[in-house]
């Protein structure tokens, strides 16, 4: 699905809607049943300006904020570059402030798509009858449910705006409230939801995306609400496994290739990607692979190289014959022949300590990896500016470096919601206590995961075990800060970071939503 523009073309209501930001806004627009759409595509097109809206900024601050504040990531500033006014050094140490321009950029993404879908529904709403009309309803309003679900992960009390045209200042709901609010969404959009997978929904939510999101909010139900749902998150899964619609795919690494979409089997939910659409960043390898690479990627553009995994998310990585271990770059380098990738640079430039009379000596350095990432200069969350720094810490290229752009923004799709992660889910609420359903056991079910990734058979299965492979199977999927706060892990320590105070398990809400509408109140701790 590598042509968005063509796949949500915005006909002149969906750009109508798309140039309307303030809500106030009196809807003065003449519409006749000459410009309402009619057909199932029509109706595709006029929803395009939310599902442009929710590709926007899902693939940069999002993932920010759900992978760098974990064990999952870190990127600290090397060599003075990608310090950011601290706000990588913020995510990673749990220091964040409200004026944290990820935690800003992400409630700003997220209430506008939300906005969207509400100009949206109700232009739509006024077309004539129809399945097609009541099925863009249906996905627009599981549009708007699924970016509430991340406003509720990630800031607790959040406000629920759903009319267009409505001036009055939001206040912030109970989390518990807005929990209730998503699942009625959810249900009562679920009868209008296409059950068609591949091709003609892909982008879009179908009947499985309803189930799969319903499942994450029973997982996390304890959380969110404080009652557990072990039971209905299992109901939820097993929709989705006894559709019959959805498979492990064989091979791991080809799901997340520049070339992905809807023939993989695996997809529930994904963002398609265009790296020549004028919106929606997805900078993946960017961020993560070392400046020494870019020839043997065939790249244009240098990469940035600031991000890398931790020692301690690494570790689970732990048998050498799953296949999810080549998702990372790791040790000594070398091109596609086999040849070293070389560096020329001197002894100082390998090692900025180094003051020996030779070190402008010139030397050839073998690219290597290391697992530690070490923070030299604390005050400015520095590793320092020499090769040895510089390649500290294992990079992630599960999402494949994409060598058809012209540019550093890429063409991999990135799934939000996948059937792996299903199978886990229900392999996880069976042991927290939910009742086992179809023959299936927590051990079959991880073990249905681990047999198509090449991974020893397990005899036996605990909560330990299913944490294990979630951070083995998803990561950068931005699910694990999600995993690591239900697990009770987020106050953990790892890399330089010390707090524990799980009043950071959600946001602050910044600054600038404060000073627009003074009834937002500040989560407590901030």
């Known amino acids: 699905m590598k042509n968005i523009r063509n796949t949500f073309l915005v006909l002149m209501l969906g750009s109508w809607l798309s140039s309307c930001h303030d809500l106030s806004v009196p809807v003065v627009t003449q519409l006749t049943p000459e410009i309402f759409p009619q057909t199932a595509q029509q109706f595709v097109q006029a929803a395009g300006p939310t599902y442009n809206a929710f590709r926007g900024s899902f693939a940069v601050e999002y993932f920010f904020m759900q992978s760098i504040s ?45 906005s969207t879908s509400n100009q949206n529904i109700f232009l739509i709403e006024k077309a004539p009858e129809s399945a097609a009309k009541l099925t863009s309803i ?29 001036a009055t200042p939001a206040t912030l709901k109970p989390r518990t409230e807005v929990f209730a609010f998503i699942e009625k969404e959810i249900k009562e959009s679920i009868p209008n939801l296409d059950p068609a997978v591949g091709q003609s929904t892909y982008g879009r939510p179908n009947l499985y995306t309803a189930y799969a999101l319903l499942a994450k909010m029973y997982m ?9 749902r072990w039971n209905d998150a299992i109901s939820a899964c097993d929709q989705v496994i006894n559709s019959g619609k959805y498979a492990l795919e064989s091979d791991y690494r080809k799901m997340f290739f520049v070339d992905n979409g809807p023939q993989i089997k695996e997809f529930i939910f994904a963002i398609p990607y265009d790296a020549s ?27 940035s190289a600031p991000m890398s995994t931790l020692p301690e998310y690494y570790a ?40 020996g009379a030779d070190k402008g000596a010139a030397i050839d ?23 040895k720094s510089w390649n500290m810490g294992y990079r992630n290229n599960k999402f494949y470096a994409d060598s058809t752009s012209a540019t550093r923004n890429q063409n991999n799709d990135v799934p939000f919601l996948r059937y792996s992660d299903i199978l886990l889910l229900k392999a996880e609420a069976i042991l927290r206590g939910g009742a086992a359903t179809g023959g299936q056991t927590a051990l079959s079910l991880s073990n249905q995961v681990r047999t198509i ?29 999600n995993d690591m706060i239900r697990f ?39």
């Open 70 to 114: 974990t064990d999952e990531s870190i990127m600290p500033a090397r060599g003075g570059n990608w310090y950011d006014n601290g706000r990588y050094e913020q995510h990673h140490k749990h220091s964040w402030t409200p004026d944290n321009a990820h935690v800003a950029g992400t409630w700003n993404w997220l209430t506008s798509t939300i």
């Open 138 to 166: 249906a996905e627009l309003r599981t549009m708007r449910a699924i970016c509430l679900f991340i406003m509720m992960d990630l800031w607790g009390n959040v406000p629920l705006t759903t009319t267009f045209g409505d």
């Open 220 to 228: 996390n139900a304890e959380v969110y609400t404080g009652t557990p």
């Open 277 to 303: 659409a004028p919106n929606g960043l997805m900078f993946y390898a960017r961020y993560s692979l070392p400046r020494s690479l870019r020839a043997k990627f065939s790249l244009n553009h240098t990469p």
């Open 316 to 355: 689970h990585f732990n048998d050498p014959n799953d296949v999810r271990n080549r998702q990372w770059i790791t040790g000594k380098q070398y091109l596609y022949n086999g040849s070293p990738v070389i560096v020329k640079t001197t002894k100082q430039g390998y090692d900025e300590d180094y003051a």
């Open 365 to 387: 350095y073998h690219v290597e990896l290391t697992p530690e990432v070490i923070i030299k200069k604390p005050a400015s969350f520095d590793t320092g500016n020499d090769e």
């Open 453 to 481: 990734r090449k991974a020893a058979i397990w005899t036996n299965v605990t909560l330990e075990d299913i944490y294990s492979e979630r951070c083995r199977e998803l990561a950068w999927e931005t699910w694990h800060r």
């Open 488 to 526: 009770g892990k987020f106050e953990g320590k790892w890399g330089v970071k010390t707090d524990t105070d799980v009043r950071k398990r959600i946001f602050p809400i910044p600054t600038g939503a404060i000073q627009l509408n003074p009834l937002l109140k500040q989560n407590p701790g901030y």
